[in-house]
C-alpha cells in the first residue's frame, strides 16, 4: 500500500489533467478480481468525485458498447495489464469513441500501460499467486487516492494514509479468529454480503472462498439477501456481512433475522454488533476510507479453509494467472 501511495502522487499533474475537462462518465473495467475492483472503485469515484462513474466486465464495454459516450473516461484495471478482454475494451474505447483511458496495474511495461494515457502502477502488488490478494487491495487503494487527488479532497487522501498500519494491525489482531473459521470444517457455505462500496469487496470475498479453497459462495447486496437468496441459509452456512455505516441499521437487523434461522454470521465492522463472530476494524475511516481493511480478512479466511482442505490457495488447479484468448 505504501509503494502505490507514493506512486499515484507522483501522476497527482497528470491525474488533473485528465480531468480537465470532466468527463461526462467514467466506466471502470476489469475481469475476475479486477471487475470486482471496479466495482468498490467506481462506487468510491460516485462518491467522491460526483461523477457518473460505473463498473463493469470488460468484455461488455467492446461487446455491448452502448456505455461509452463521447466524453468518457475508461479506468482499465488489470494486474498483468495483459488480460485480453481488458487490452481489447481498451483499444475499443480509444479507438471508436476517443475515449482517454486511466490504467491501474501492477507492471509498467504491460500491453494496457503502454497504450494507456496515464497508468497508476503498483510494483509492491505483483504476486506469484495466480490469486489476486495484495494486488487487490493496493490498486483499490491507488483509486481511491486517485479520487482523493480528483475530487480535492485532501482529509480523505489523509486518511488513506493511515491505511497500511491500520492494516498491519488488523491482520495480526485477526489472525487466529480467520483461523478457526477457515479450519472449522461445519462450515460448507459461504455468503458475503455488502452494500455500497462493500458490495465489489464481498463479490471479490466469494470469489477468493472459490478460488483457494474450492467452497460454495455466493455475494449480494446486503439488502437484496431477503429477496430470495435467504431461502439457502442452514447450520452449515457463515453469512458474513463487510458492515458499512450508511446501511448499518438495515444490516443490524438482517443479521438479526439470519441468526434466528440458525445460520452463524460473521461481521466485519467499525463498530461491534451481535454476532457469532466479530472482527473490528475500528478505526475513525468512514465507508469510503476503509473498504481495502475488510479483505484481509476475507482472504485469511479462504487461505485457512483451502490449507484445512489440503489444497494449495495460490495454484487452483484449474486458472492462470493471465487470461489470454
Ligand atoms: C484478472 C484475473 C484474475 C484471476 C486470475 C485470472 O487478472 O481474472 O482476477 O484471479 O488470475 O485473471 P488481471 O486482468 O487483473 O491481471
Not at 465489489?200 to 430470495?228: D, N, Q, V
Amino acid at each position: 500500500m505504501k509503494a502505490v501511495l507514493k506512486d499515484v502522487e507522483v501522476k497527482r499533474p497528470k491525474l488533473l489533467e485528465l480531468f480537465k475537462r470532466k468527463p461526462s462518465n467514467v466506466i471502470f473495467a476489469g475481469c475476475g478480481s479486477s471487475y470486482y475492483l471496479a466495482l468498490s472503485a467506481s462506487s468510491i469515484f460516485r462518491k467522491l468525485v460526483k461523477v457518473n462513474a460505473v463498473g463493469f466486465p470488460s468484455s461488455e464495454v467492446f461487446l455491448y458498447p452502448t456505455t461509452l459516450s463521447g466524453n468518457t473516461l475508461l479506468v482499465s484495471i488489470s494486474r498483468s495489464g495483459e488480460t485480453t478482454e481488458t487490452v481489447l475494451a481498451t483499444k475499443f474505447a480509444k479507438r471508436e469513441k476517443k475515449a482517454k483511458v486511466l490504467a491501474i496495474t501492477c507492471y509498467e511495461e504491460s500491453e494496457l500501460a503502454k497504450i494507456s494515457d496515464v497508468k497508476l502502477v503498483s510494483p509492491e502488488g505483483k504476486e506469484k499467486s495466480v490469486v489476486m490478494t495484495r494486488s487487490f487491495t493496493s490498486m483499490l487503494v491507488a483509486a481511491q487516492v486517485a479520487s482523493a487527488i480528483l475530487s480535492k479532497n485532501e482529509q480523505f487522501y489523509k486518511k488513506l494514509n493511515t491505511l497500511p498500519e491500520i492494516c498491519k494491525r488488523i491482520i495480526k489482531e485477526n489472525n487466529d479468529l480467520t483461523k478457526k473459521i477457515g479450519e472449522d470444517g461445519s462450515l460448507k457455505k459461504f455468503i458475503f454480503l455488502g452494500s455500497g462500496p462493500f458490495y465489489g469487496t464481498a463479490c471479490e470475498s466469494m470469489l477468493k472462498m472459490k478460488e483457494m479453497a474450492l467452497a460454495w459462495s455466493e455475494a449480494y447486496h446486503s439488502l437484496e439477501f431477503r429477496h430470495g437468496p435467504k431461502s439457502i441459509v442452514d447450520s452449515e452456512t457463515l453469512v458474513t456481512f463487510l458492515l458499512s455505516d450508511s446501511a448499518r441499521s438495515y444490516e443490524v437487523n438482517l443479521i438479526k433475522e439470519i441468526r434466528s434461522l440458525g445460520t452463524k454470521v460473521l461481521t466485519i465492522c467499525k463498530r461491534p454488533v451481535e454476532s457469532d463472530y466479530a472482527v473490528k476494524i475500528g478505526s475513525a475511516l468512514n465507508d469510503f476510507s476503509r473498504v481495502p481493511l475488510y479483505m484481509p480478512i476475507t482472504q485469511l479466511m479462504a487461505y485457512y479453509k483451502a490449507v484445512s482442505r489440503g489444497l494449495n490457495p495460490d495454484m487452483p488447479e484449474k486458472l492462470s494467472q493471465v487470461v489470454r484468448l
